[in-house]
């Protein structure tokens, strides 16, 4: 950020404004970090105990802007009234301190001010049209994060906020990448108040323990239903899924091969007629999602897998996956009628209770022709598409 504010003397002024709303235009700026003007850089220890801050603005007259930041560590308000302290001995008489973190602190020490990283994030993605600099620290911002979530260092937060899935020719699929924007859009999907009333998801309840999927084409990650509460497995409830694989988006309710018996029979016991009209009135709900976005599709998935041993990448043994606009018409489609796949679908589904065969539906997103996907709405297209799946559970009792 240093280095990107000191080659673009218009971005600085701008950043100064935009952060602590001081107007510093006539004044001859300079930049330097983690030491103190006018001296040789020191390394990080040497800074710290010495009292130093991050980065250090300032100008001849007096005035300055110290920069702390944080990551995983907390603010610590004994070292930045250290760093005050040693401004004002340097003679800067008009000093103010902004603090760069993940956290929100309860009270802030005088002089200072809190932005969060992902404001900064949102900040320099405005700027970027008119600031080479301002996209080359973006784009840092988001390699930096995607290594730091890799290490387990960012545990708690984010640095950037979701602002669609670009993966293409230009910028194909990377695990790291797919991980970081698995983790921004789950954020706020698990915050979603229409998917806690209307579906019952716990609220900021997280899934997955570990993201894991650095030798597979894809990533992905569950939110858990109200019914699930205190059950250790997920897989013997429903649970809404999102995937980000190597060349589409998935947004589906997965029904495990392990769901509770007596969620199972209430899905299949009503008959064949009952389980097309319930996934008819998916299509009816989703209808708007697919309006949005031409290029994506629903989908009704059967899926049977393995696993060598409990970390290994899982085997696909069998897989059924197609348009449920096949059974079911729409004028407004040029999906043709085949309906056999569905009914082969709750064939199995339902005379084979005890076999690993999970069912999924939901709606797939491809990058090549998808819009939605690319963009920051793309969290309102997930949770829309989520909504559109309470047909599934109404008909198993659970909304």
Known sequence: ??????????????????????????????????????????DEDEAERQGLPDAWIYSKDGWALLIESKVSSPIDGGQIARHLRTAERRGFSDC???????????????K?????????????????SSSAWAGRLASYMEIAEGRMLLDGYLREGTLTTFSGIHFDDQNPYSYP??????????????????????????LNVPGRGAITGSKNDGVWDFIRLAIAQGEDSFTKYPHLTLSIESDRAIVQITIPNGVDRKLRRKLIEPGYEAFRNTVGEFLKKVKPVLDADTGASPFLMMLQR??????????????LEFDPRTAIFDDTSSVKLQEQWLKATFETF??????????????????????????????????????????????????
């Open 306 to 319: 393995h696993y060598p041993s409990q970390r290994s990448v899982p085997i696909r043994d069998a897989v």
């Open 112 to 128: 200072t001010k809190h932005v969060s990283w992902t404001e900064l994030y949102k900040w320099l993605v405005s700027k970027k």
């Open 96 to 110: 103010s301190l902004l603090i760069l973190a993940v956290e929100t602190p309860s009270k802030l020490p005088k």
């Open 177 to 202: 990448e797919a991980k970081r924007l698995l983790k921004l859009l789950m954020e706020q999907l698990r915050k979603s108040q229409a998917l806690h009333t209307q579906l019952g998801i716990q």
């Open 1 to 42: 950020m240093a280095s990107c504010l000191s080659e673009d003397t218009v971005l600085l002024t701008s950043f100064i404004a935009w952060a602590t709303g001081q107007k510093v235009s006539g004044r001859a700026l300079s930049i330097v970090e983690q030491r103190l003007p006018g001296e040789p850089e020191l």
């Open 350 to 399: 339902s005379n084979h209770p005890h076999s690993n065969i999970q069912l999924g539906i939901g709606v797939k997103f491809p990058y090549r022709e998808g819009k939605a996907v690319t963009e920051a709405k793309f969290v309102q297209i997930v949770e829309q598409t989520w909504l559109a799946c309470r047909p599934v559970m109404v008909a198993m009792g659970i909304a």
